[in-house]
């Protein structure tokens, strides 16, 4: 339990100080985290976990008085600087982390109480998952207007499904490879 909280403190810490670092995400460094193999995984997504709300808590900092947001933060960007050349900046960095705490709470008590009904909504839909990918991908790719369009859009999807079967029947393949692999396609 101990090792939870000392995990969760090195977190928050960190977080802090790359969340002070304009443009500095936690994407940037997840790479990075993910080759501390020596810790148990459980311990590592308390870590990241800890590290990612108090990077994006921390970041309003920056966004705020220097005007520099990472990709987390861009939204308050404008309101945040024209409250700070109004003379209000605290007033405006105190509306975004009181913000940021009640999404917190808020979706804190979400997952408690709705928790039971996912789990049952996913066991129930496990099988249809498959079919249910298959159709939103074929719609989105036909709701290109333009021939040349559909035609790039069909070539990434069964890019991106080759890229899925390579990875899923590599020699390296394990528990851990999907995630570094998709972090990729959707890290800054």
Do not use: W
């Not at 000392?6 to 993910?34: D, E, K, T, Y």
């Amino acid at each position: 339990m101990i090792e939870y909280l000392i995990a969760i403190l090195a977190g928050s810490f960190f977080g802090i100080f790359i969340g002070l670092l304009p443009g500095m995400s936690i994407n940037n460094l997840l790479p990075l985290f993910l080759t501390f193999t020596f810790f148990k995984p459980e311990i590592l997504a308390a870590f990241i976990a800890s590290v990612s709300v108090s990077q994006l808590l921390a970041g309003f900092f920056p966004s705020i008085f220097l005007g520099a947001p990472s990709s987390e933060t861009s939204i308050s960007v404008l309101p945040g600087h024209k409250l700070l050349l109004e003379g209000k900046g605290y007033e405006a960095l105190k509306l975004c982390l009181m913000g940021a705490l009640f999404s917190i709470i808020f979706s804190m008590i979400l997952v408690v109480t709705l928790s039971s009904f996912f789990k049952d909504f996913y066991y129930a839909t496990r099988p249809y998952v498959f079919y249910l990918i298959f159709l939103v991908s074929i719609f989105m790719i036909l709701s290109e207007k333009e021939v040349k369009k559909i035609l790039y859009s069909l070539l990434i999807f069964f890019l991106t499904g080759l890229i899925g079967l390579i990875t899923l029947n590599s020699p390296l393949s394990s528990s851990n490879l999907l995630f570094p692999m998709l972090s990729g396609f959707f890290g800054p």
